[in-house]
């Protein structure tokens, strides 16, 4: 038996002429008959969960075109309206239209149209040179993997819309089959956020942050009768408490006083950090108001803790205020 798929092969010649007899024209927006067995043939050997199909009318560049523009609308019809970048490989391939280019690494090609291009964030393509000798290729994997961890930390998550890539190697790496490691780190890091959602959407927890805010801020009296608190203000599980010396004038303690020394001492002893004084006093232009600090529990809070919270917040600046002589 012959083997066919080879450049001239009759039984797809016959089928591409089957095809034209049929149709003259096909609006790439219109469904018709081969196409829907096509989508679902493709579906059916995808792996996993890969079950919708969608054919760009044009070649690979068109196909990338969609997905960045796939990944888009994804993002705004969940509301994410900030999410447009996408992240790529340096030295890779993707097509030569304007947007394909914007994800493609290699300088050379890029060069003339650089202007023009969208200046979108990149990593370390898979690459065995560099691996430091004590580790293995799969423990490699997972650091280099990492490196996207980190550039969407510092670009900002809000703005991230997909990662893009080539299974295997390109350019200096072409061929090159990077560990399972990698991917699965690759697939951890983007799987993340989703699972995050996930959660929180599972388990109910943005209602009970809701819930729990109004129980909080219902408690904002009860705190505005503490001597030093001068302001509690928020929304949700987000209360700012304002402290101050003296409410009429809203001055705060000295610098020699060392009030937030005292306040974050008191409070790691009743089991509480105060956040915006772990680090030291404030800075000079920070001084003139009273000294925020924040509450801002984990949203699975209960009842009960906040009012154990409450409890250590009250105990705290009671011994506090004793200590500074209020
Ligand atoms: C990985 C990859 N993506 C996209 C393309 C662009 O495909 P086309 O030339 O059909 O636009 C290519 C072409 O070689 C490619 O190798």
């Not at 300088?107 to 003339?112: D, F, I, L, N, S």
């Amino acid at each position: 038996m012959a083997i066919g798929m080879a450049h001239g092969d009759k039984r797809i010649n016959q089928a591409i002429g089957r095809q034209l007899d049929k149709f003259a024209y096909c609006h790439p927006m219109l469904s018709n008959q081969p196409r829907a067995e096509l989508c679902q043939r493709l579906s059916r050997l995808a792996p996993g969960d890969l079950n919708t199909a969608y054919l760009s009318p044009g070649g690979g560049s068109d196909a990338i075109e969609s997905a960045i523009k796939l990944a888009r609308q994804y993002h705004l019809a969940r509301g994410n309206t900030e999410k447009h970048m996408i992240v790529s490989h340096y030295d890779s391939y993707h097509g030569m239209s304007l947007g394909a280019l914007s994800v493609a690494g290699g300088a050379g090609m890029r060069k003339p149209y650089d202007p023009m291009l969208l200046k979108w964030p990149k990593i370390h393509q898979y690459s065995n040179y560099g691996r430091l000798k004590d580790l293995s290729p799969e423990e490699w994997g997972r650091r280099m993997a990492q490196e996207l961890e980190e550039v969407i930390h510092w670009t900002g998550r809000q703005y991230i819309s997909a990662f893009l890539a080539t299974p295997i190697g390109c350019a200096a790496e072409y061929g090159l089959m990077p560990p399972a490691s990698y991917w699965k780190t690759i697939r951890e890091i983007c799987a993340a956020s989703l699972a995050v959602i996930d959660i929180l959407e599972k388990d109910g927890l943005i209602d009970n942050s809701a819930k729990m805010g109004d129980y909080l801020h219902s408690q904002k009296n009860r705190l505005l009768a503490h001597k030093t608190i001068a302001d509690a203000r928020g929304k949700g599980l987000l209360m700012v408490i304002e402290i101050v010396a003296d409410k009429e004038t809203m001055d705060f303690f000295s610098r020699e006083a060392r009030a937030e020394y005292w306040l974050q001492s008191i409070g790691l002893k009743n089991g509480v950090v105060f956040y915006s004084t772990l680090y030291g006093p404030r800075m000079p232009s920070m001084e003139k108001r009273g000294l925020p600090f924040w509450i801002a529990p984990p949203l699975c809070i209960t009842r009960d803790q906040i009012d154990e919270l409450l409890d250590a917040v009250y105990t705290t600046l009671s011994e506090w205020e004793k200590k500074m002589g209020v």
